[in-house]
């Protein structure tokens, strides 16, 4: 059973940056994919960035501003939230793909909260 870990979460204010880490039971290699996604409240869960080995997707939304980046030695992805807006405000999750299954993991979850 995989597990993955969400860290980094918190309230900052605007203009602010917070540095969000997920740490993978097993080795990150196990994964064709890993990312994360968001869900503000009444909104469907969206996606915020994955990393791949052919490279990375960001949508228009956080391009410039968030940065997704894994390290293969402690088996984390971690994602570098700068300029944050309200609108940022959200539960992040950690997600990951099997590279031998068609299994997909998620984390629990860590708050976001960008206020004054």
């Known amino acids: 059973q995989v597990h993955l870990v969400e860290s980094g979460g918190g309230l900052v204010q605007p203009g602010g940056s917070l540095r969000l880490s997920c740490a993978a039971s097993s080795s990150i290699f196990s994964f064709v994919a890993m990312g994360w996604f968001r869900q503000a409240p009444g909104k469907e869960r969206e996606l915020v960035a994955t990393?791949?080995?052919?490279?990375?997707n960001v949508p228009d939304s956080v391009k410039g501003r968030f940065t997704i980046s894994r390290d293969n030695a402690k088996n984390t992805v971690n994602l570098q939230m700068n300029n944050l807006k309200p609108e940022d405000t959200a539960v992040y999750y950690c997600y990951a793909r099997s590279r031998y299954s068609s299994n997909s993991y998620w984390g629990q979850g860590t708050q976001v909260t960008v206020s004054s």
């Open positions: 990393i791949t080995s052919s490279g990375v």
